[in-house]
């Protein structure tokens, strides 16, 4: 039997196509327990968790996908999916 192939998104890189606005968690940075091991933004992805100058890790809600990884590897648990208010 033939498999009928498709794709329903423009192919290019993740950084140049916005996620947010279609994302229903949104990955909440608590920088109370991080340790600032910089294992979140490794496994991102979307290449989306970028360290700031204090050094703690933030997402760019741009194109955050919120597929909750960050938070599930986070061995801290510094990162909540909290539901995106619509
Ligand atoms: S994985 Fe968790 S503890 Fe490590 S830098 Fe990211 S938020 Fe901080
Ligand atoms: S929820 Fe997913 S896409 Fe968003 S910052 Fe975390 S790992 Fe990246």
Known sequence: MA???GC???PGKS???RTGSWR???PVFKHDKCTKCGICSL???EGCIEQREDEFFEADYEF???CGLCSDECPAEDIVM????K
């Open 64 to 66: 955050c996908k919120g």
């Open 3 to 5: 498999l009928n192939v």
């Open 8 to 10: 329903s998104a423009r």
């Open 24 to 26: 229903v968690f949104r």
């Open 82 to 85: 909290e539901q995106e208010e």
């Open 15 to 17: 950084r140049a196509n």
């Open 43 to 45: 496994v991102c992805p």
